[in-house]
């Protein structure tokens, strides 16, 4: 006689919603975790790293200041209009019905809008790394950090199934004002004291 495989599950209670809650709960623990693994791994190696003073520089460029401020400013430009796709894809632009393009259009705004604010990262952090000498470095430091966690929980949410139909967008405006806000304590102050534009 053969023994039956599920007599010793049989006595055990099934988790309530059949496990459903605590896979739901996954859903939004991981991308949570992760964000903030990314955000605090950012601001540590930042502040331990010692600053270089430069990480790069291009030709036609007066410094790595310009170069920085520019791809920021192009990132901005991308996420700008990734924004307005996304309100025109929820149907949040009066009188505007999205083409059906907009969803293309959208995703790949943001695929370059993220390059190009990969190198500014990389160049902060290993020139400058995390600082706190001045109210408005301060603020850019912990944007800068909060950003790529907020993006990487972004990523994360994309993938999963079953989620309420606003988080989405929440987090994407959440990812789109902190990138404002860095490119304001960045970009435009730059342009604004130096004069520099090239």
């Not at 190696?45 to 410094?63: E, M, Q, R």
């Not at 304590?185 to 004291?193: D, E, N, P, Q, V």
């Amino acid at each position: 006689m053969s023994a039956d495989p599920n007599a010793r599950t049989a006595s055990f209670p099934s988790p309530p919603g059949g496990g459903r809650r605590g896979s739901r709960a996954l859903v939004y623990l991981v991308p949570a975790l992760v964000a903030a693994a990314v955000a605090v791994g950012l601001g540590v190696y930042g502040k331990v790293h010692d600053p270089t003073g430069t990480a790069f520089n291009l030709a036609g460029f007066s410094s790595p200041g310009a170069v920085k401020s520019w791809l920021a400013t192009g990132a901005f430009f991308f996420a700008l209009i990734q924004l307005l796709s996304a309100l025109a894809m929820y149907g949040r632009l009066p009188g505007v019905r999205a083409p059906s393009w907009t969803g293309a259009l959208h995703r790949w705004s943001g695929r370059i809008a993220f390059l190009l604010a990969v190198p500014v990262a990389v160049h902060c952090l290993y020139a400058f790394g995390y600082q706190t000498y001045s109210t408005r470095v301060m603020w850019h430091s912990l944007l800068g950090c909060f950003f790529f966690g907020a993006f990487s929980a972004k990523m994360l949410l994309l993938r999963a199934e079953r989620i309420p139909g606003w988080l989405l967008p929440v987090i994407g405006g959440l990812v789109f004002t902190v990138l404002t806000a860095l490119w304001l304590t960045s970009a435009l102050w730059f342009f604004r004291t130096t004069g520099v534009t090239t």
